[in-house]
């Protein structure tokens, strides 16, 4: 008996344990999810030991070539006190580490933000109407500066959306909705050939382990 | 005839000396060439080395542009000179034109580099060395436009804040989903079952997760007193210990210190699909009546959304990421589409400093459309009338990040 076989049984039986979702909740259903969940738990711990904490602090702090660079005591102290959460009397030092975590998120998520949810769209949507030349490229041209600036009106929240702001915010929301459900065919094409994948898996890679060929 | 046998000793001299010339660059073939075949430095044309603009120094950008000959070597040599003298290959090249970017270099120091053109593997006179030194920069010329649109964008939101301070009436307009905010809390209070708050999978770098425990608060004070038990099972462990930090401080604010568990946000684990599979666990096994997903979602939101949807909860949910916010609209009962979620804040909480916010980021919205009307108009005119279409380059051009 191979891994290879051993690999195809395990692979198959907590497929259909996991697919047995779909009748209901049920004791396979239930020891698939808390392997899936723990051995998972456990590959991040030690995937961010590797990857995370020896190169980005421990390998800073002690490095190769030797001496030692006390600079990167401070993140280590602010990861110390993210545990020391543990600790009720001293839990309220993680506040220092979080609101240190959160305030370089969101500043940094700012000029990302701005750039491409904002400059890049706007700089994207300057275009001649006349470019392209034939009318299908005007009916597109005016199709994406009349979306993008109606979508724009519909997140307006501060006017409401009667007489001119609710019409313009309408058509906004009909072709983001046009939008989303052309993003919904195309997802579930990709979802679909996920399950053909899997189900290709049971067929012709392990009930032929059982004897059985299609 | 003699002046014929004159002129044919001139023809086969001047066949002779077009066939010595024939690898060397056009303008030394006027001047005369000295390099016979094949060619090693007249090959190379133009080698520079200049610092990389706009990076964080350390980097030397080399372009070269090669002759158009019949004596192309079959490999080149970028070589840089060291500090004990010697000229240390550092990539081989293509003879061809090309630029590469010289990277970890130690900045104010002075890098030399030079081209070694090699023809059946023996290499051929070097190209004249170029040098330059590498420095960071201060200013990223090529993002002066998002400085200015954010410093403008800043000023604005800055001062309806100060409005929304100062007690000014700053109106902000109905989102259904977060209307229904209250009743699906009050739901799950009747029916006697938990709230679930997924806060997304993405960690607190994420603005939409930040953006999701702000919300979080909003909803853990209705829970509170309502006295509805509220489950928040994450994704990181940072988003644990910060959700744990908000619902504590939403059970203080209204007083009920007591009703708080801690034990109630959990971690589950990092991966994906193993979130998955928790979350829906305690979807099917807990029966929450009332469901908010709120964050950054990629593929599991419709294994959520959808087992959500067969507990028979009542689902609130919210994304930025455009495409699965289709998912969230098919399966759960209010979805909060794109910047919806970052209003919701401002709207559950009604702060006059959210507000405030809220209004300068329409002020900005408004300004983008004005910019794109000028922008649209003035290129279309453009195409019939030029002058007019600078106003649309001006308009790229800062609007242009690099």
Redesign the interface.
């Known amino acids: 008996m191979s891994w290879t076989f051993v690999g195809i049984w395990l692979g198959a039986l907590l497929s259909l344990s996991?697919y047995s979702?779909l009748y209901?909740?049920n004791p396979f259903?239930?020891f698939?999810?808390h392997l899936?969940?723990g051995?998972?738990?456990g590959?991040?711990v030690i995937?961010?030991i590797k990857n995370v904490l020896i190169p980005n602090w421990w390998n800073n702090l002690v490095p190769a070539e030797g001496g030692f660079q006390p600079i990167w005591l401070i993140p280590g102290t602010l990861a110390l006190f993210?545990l020391l959460?543990i600790v009720p009397k001293l839990s309220s030092l993680?506040?220092m580490s979080?609101s240190l975590?959160?305030g370089?998120?969101?500043g940094?998520?700012?000029?990302a933000?701005?750039?491409t949810n904002?400059?890049?769209q706007?700089?994207g949507?300057?275009?001649?109407?006349?470019?392209g030349g034939d009318l299908l490229s005007w009916i597109s041209n005016i199709i994406i500066?009349t979306g993008?600036?109606c979508g724009?009106?519909y997140?307006?929240?501060?006017?409401?959306?009667t007489g001119v702001v609710g019409g313009a915010a309408n058509i906004g929301i009909t072709i983001?909705?046009v939008?989303?459900?052309a993003?919904?065919g195309y997802?579930v094409m990709a979802?679909i050939s996920l399950l053909i994948g899997q189900t290709q898996f049971l067929l012709f890679e392990w009930l032929p382990t059982m004897g059985i060929h299609l | 005839m003699r002046r014929m046998l004159f002129v044919l000793p001139l023809l086969i001299f001047a066949g002779v000396a077009y066939t010595q010339c024939a690898g060397c660059p056009e303008e030394e073939l006027d001047g005369g060439c000295e390099n016979p075949e094949p060619c090693g430095d007249c090959f190379i044309l133009s080698l520079t080395a200049e610092d990389a603009p706009n990076d964080a120094g350390g980097n030397i950008e080399i372009a070269w542009t090669v002759a158009t000959t019949d004596a192309i070597p079959d490999s080149m040599l970028l070589e840089r000179l060291d500090s004990s003298g010697e000229w240390i290959p550092i990539s081989t090249l293509s003879p061809i034109d090309g630029s590469k970017t010289d990277a970890n270099l130690i900045d104010g120091s002075e890098y030399s580099y030079r081209i070694v053109p090699f023809y059946s593997g023996n290499a051929e006179t070097a190209s004249e060395a170029v040098s330059s030194i590498p420095q960071k920069q201060w200013m990223h010329t090529g993002r002066i436009g998002m400085l200015i649109t954010l410093v403008i964008i800043s000023i604005v939101i800055f001062y309806y804040i100060d409005q929304g301070k100062r007690g000014k009436d700053l109106y902000i307009r109905r989102i259904a989903g977060l209307t229904a905010v209250e009743d699906a809390v009050g739901r799950a209070t009747e029916m006697g079952r938990p709230v679930l708050y997924i806060p997304g999978i993405m960690d607190m770098d994420d603005i939409q997760t930040i953006a999701s425990m702000v919300i979080l608060g909003r909803v853990a004070i209705k829970t509170a007193e309502y006295g509805s038990p509220l489950l928040v099972p994450t994704c990181r462990s940072v988003v644990m210990s910060v959700a744990q930090e908000i619902v504590k401080e939403s059970y203080l604010q209204v007083g009920r210190p007591d009703a708080y568990n801690r034990e109630s946000i959990n971690y589950i684990t990092d991966d994906q699909f193993g979130y998955a599979a928790g979350v829906d666990g305690i979807m099917v096994r807990e029966k929450p009546a009332a469901i908010f997903m709120l964050g950054t979602f990629y593929a599991e939101s419709l294994i959520l959304a959808e087992t959500g949807r067969s507990v028979g909860a009542i689902q609130i949910a919210g994304t930025a990421m455009p495409s699965q916010i289709p998912f969230f609209i098919a399966a759960c009962d209010y979805t909060l589409i794109g910047e919806e979620l970052f209003a919701a804040s401002a709207y559950l909480s009604k702060e006059p400093k959210l507000l405030g916010s809220l209004r300068g980021q329409d002020m900005a919205k408004l300004f983008f459309m004005i910019v794109i009307v000028i922008g649209v108009l003035s290129a279309t005119l453009g195409q019939v009338w030029e002058p007019v279409a600078k106003i649309a380059d001006f308009l790229k051009t800062i609007t242009t990040v690099e």
Do not use: P
Not at chain 1, 155 to 161: D, G, I, L, P, R
């Open positions: 996991l979702f209901k909740d259903y239930k698939a999810e899936f969940v051995m998972s738990a590959y991040w995937y961010n993210m959460r993680s506040r979080l975590i959160v370089t998120g969101a940094l998520s700012l000029t933000m701005l750039q904002a400059l890049a706007v700089n949507t300057i275009i001649a109407l006349g470019q500066v993008v600036v724009l009106v997140f307006f929240f501060s006017k409401a959306h983001l909705m939008a989303f459900g993003s919904f997802t979802r």
